[in-house]
């Protein structure tokens, strides 16, 4: 038990560290090319805070966890957008600042709505499925050349930073902060399945609980530094970009197994709410983000406390 706590602790701490250098060597390496904030965010940014999904999903998978799989899935996004979105609605209602988006993002929101709509069909129909896993792609490859075509920006806000002044050996140090993601993916994995065995604990309930909460502290970390930076626009599409990278691709990873094994104890039914409960917290999210783009508003706390608890609440059902 002790190892398995000291493993998921690193794990982490090491996410968390790493998650801040992750977004800042991000955010130069993408401006660089002169790609908007909402692309960076939903792509670059989005990519490696959802690494760590990817990576344990791959660790879990090889051991035919599948049920666990989906927790981690379902986990995350729920997670991405009640807590990650809460506290930074938090922030920004304590700070008394206003939200605005732009106009643009009206279509990405309808692209998460549908994304969301897809996974839940894929899960129900069969997530361990190599035909499941070629929908998602596809479907991610779609989306990712759509933010290609309209993520390139004609004037880069400089935000009082100098490209001229970019840090050095920038790429190298951007894959060393995802090669720390990776080792701590790995940690958090093998704390999560020391737990499982001692425990006997149900895979999807610890998929829902340790792996997505603490695959989902790059999220919280970024956003909760943009945030403070005011950089409204890249937490959107960092929350977007992971939430439909979460679903179409780190979902897909089971399917490419093609072992039957991966789909032992799983069961839709019990599932069913907590996909339900998401699906409502990514309805109010775009809703809100749509209103905001068509006019600038205060940020509600009331709303902030809305999304926080949803996902406490969620755990009721998880267990």
Known sequence: MIIALLAITSGIA????????????????????????????????AFGTSAPEMLTTFFVSLENKGSMVIGNVIGSNVANLSLV??????????????????VAIQKNLLILLVSGLLIWLII?????NIASSFILLTSLILVISFWYKNGVSDEIESENESYLDLPRFVSLKLALSLMFLVFAAWLITFGANKILDEFSLGELFIGYTVLAIGTSLP??????????????ETVTGTLIGSNIFNGLCVLAIPGLFMNPKMSLGWSYSEWSPLLFILFMITFIFAYYIFSVSKKERNASILLSCLFLSSYFVSLYFAY
Do not use: C
């Open 85 to 102: 979105f809460g506290s930074m609605l938090l922030i920004v209602s304590l700070k008394k600042l206003k939200i605005r988006q732009e």
């Open 219 to 232: 999220e919280i970390a970024a956003s909760i530094s943009l945030a403070l930076k005011g950089r409204y």
């Open 124 to 128: 129900v129909i069969d997530p361990f």
């Open 14 to 45: 090491l996410i968390w560290v790493s998650a801040e250098k992750l977004e800042n060597y991000s955010v130069h390496a993408a401006r660089e090319f002169g790609f908007s904030p909402f692309f960076i965010g939903s792509t670059v940014i």
